[in-house]
C-alpha cells in the first residue's frame, strides 16, 4: 500500500516536457531537442531550459530510458598534472564548452599514475558522471576503462589514444607533426640530434619519438639509443633531461626535438643556466604551440595544436554520446601547423615567412 501511495504522489508530481516549455517560453520540441543533445537551440535558450528543467525537477523520459538513470549534467575529467600548461588550457577551453551546455566538470589529475587513475575512474563512477573526456589515457589501459564501461559512462580521449578502449578520440596527426618537426631541423644542417618526449606508455609521445627517428633516419641521420630519452611532462622533467644529454661538453647533440613545449622550455632553462646558447650552441624546438612559447620573448619553433577546437570536438562528441549510447564511436583528427620561432635557429626576418599552415 504504501508503495502504491509513493507511487501515485510521483506520478501526480511528474513535471512534463511542456511544463519546463511553458515557464520558458519555448516550445515542447526545443526542450526536447535540449535534452536530446540536438543542435538548433542557442546556447541562451539551451542554459535557461535547463535551468529551469533543474528547478522544476523535469526528467527526460526517453534519456532516463536509455541510462536507465537521470542526468546529473555532470562531466568527469582527467588530466596528468596541471602543471603543464598544455593540460591547462585544455581543461580551461572544456568547463568553458561545458557550461554553454549547462554542464559542470569534475576534474580529477593522476599523475601518470595507474594506480592513481584507476582510482579516478572509481570515483567518477560512484559519483555517476554523465560522461568523462581523459587527456590522461595510458596506451594499454584495460581497467580504468573497463570501470567506466561497466557504468555505462561514455569517454572521450583528447590527444592520447588508448588501445582496445570503447572510447572515441579528438587529436592531431602526431606522426605527421613530427616528421614536419624533425625535418626543419635537419634542415638547418644538423646531424647530432636528441628526442626529449614524455612517457612512452602516451600514444601521443611514442608516435612522436617514432615519427622523430624514422624522419632522421630517412635523411641518413641516426639518433642512438642514449640520446631518445623520456621524462616526465613539465619544465623540470626537460630539465632532468637535458642535464642527461648536456652533461658531457664533449659528446653534447647540436639540436634536441622535444615531443612537448614544457620539456622543451626545461631544456632551454638548464641550457641558460649552464652557458649554453640557444640556439648558437644548441638548437632546441617544442610541440605543442603554447602561445607563451610561441612569445617573442621565448620564440620556440613548435607544433601548433588548435586547443580550443579540440576541447570543443571533444565535449561535442561526448555529449553526443551521452544523448544516445548507440552513437558510433568517432575518431577526429584536427589540423595542426608549425611555428618557425628563433629556437630552431631562423632568425626572426625569416619566422612569418616560413611559419606554414598545415591541415
Known amino acids: 500500500m504504501v508503495k502504491d501511495g509513493l507511487s501515485g504522489m510521483a506520478a501526480r508530481s511528474r513535471v512534463s516536457a511542456a511544463q519546463v516549455a511553458r515557464a520558458c517560453g519555448v516550445s515542447p520540441a526545443t526542450v526536447s531537442y535540449v535534452f536530446n543533445g540536438k543542435s538548433g537551440v542557442s546556447s541562451t535558450v539551451r542554459r535557461q531550459v535547463i535551468e529551469k528543467a533543474n528547478e522544476l525537477g523535469y526528467r ?42 549547462g554542464y559542470d566538470v569534475f576534474v580529477s589529475t593522476t599523475g601518470d599514475d595507474p594506480e592513481r ?34 557504468a555505462r559512462i561514455p569517454v572521450v580521449n583528447l590527444s592520447r589514444a588508448v588501445e582496445h578502449a570503447d572510447a572515441s578520440f579528438i587529436g592531431i596527426d602526431d606522426a605527421l607533426a613530427a616528421r614536419e ?30 615519427a622523430f627517428v624514422e624522419a632522421a633516419g630517412e635523411r ?17 622533467g626537460g630539465r632532468i633531461a637535458a642535464q642527461e644529454l648536456l652533461g658531457d661538453p664533449a659528446g653534447r647533440p647540436e639540436a634536441i626535438v622535444c ?43 613548435t607544433i601548433v595544436q588548435p586547443v580550443v577546437d579540440m576541447a570543443k570536438a571533444a565535449f561535442s562528441v561526448l555529449l553526443e554520446r551521452i544523448a ?14 608549425i611555428h618557425i620561432g628563433t629556437s630552431c635557429g631562423c632568425n626572426s626576418d625569416e619566422t612569418n615567412a616560413l611559419s606554414t599552415s598545415r591541415s
Request: glycine letters at 8%; one cysteine or more.
Open 60 to 101: 527526460s523520459p526517453l534519456t532516463s530510458a536509455m541510462h536507465n538513470r537521470s542526468l546529473t549534467r555532470v562531466i568527469g575529467l582527467i588530466v596528468p598534472s596541471m602543471v603543464n600548461y598544455m593540460h591547462m588550457h585544455w581543461a580551461q577551453a572544456i568547463i568553458e564548452a561545458a557550461a554553454e551546455e
Open 117 to 150: 587513475l584507476a582510482q579516478v575512474a572509481s570515483t567518477f563512477a560512484a559519483r555517476n558522471v554523465d560522461g568523462v573526456i581523459s587527456t590522461g589515457g595510458m596506451r594499454l589501459d584495460a581497467r580504468s576503462y573497463g570501470t567506466l564501461h561497466s
Open 181 to 210: 618537426l624533425m625535418n626543419h631541423v635537419l634542415d638547418h644542417g644538423v646531424d647530432k640530434i636528441a628526442t626529449v618526449i614524455g612517457p612512452r606508455f602516451s600514444t601521443a609521445s611514442a608516435e612522436r619519438e617514432h
Open 220 to 236: 641518413g641521420i641516426n639518433i642512438p639509443g642514449r640520446w631518445r630519452v623520456s621524462t616526465r611532462l613539465h619544465r623540470n
Open 259 to 301: 615531443g612537448s613545449d614544457e620539456v622543451a622550455l626545461g631544456v632551454v632553462e638548464y641550457s641558460i643556466v649552464n652557458g649554453i646558447s640557444i640556439p648558437e650552441d644548441l638548437l632546441v624546438v617544442g610541440s605543442d604551440g603554447l602561445a607563451r612559447s610561441r612569445s617573442p620573448l621565448l620564440g620556440l619553433t
Open 324 to 337: 544516445d549510447p548507440g552513437t558510433p564511436l568517432r575518431t577526429v583528427i584536427c589540423p595542426h601547423r
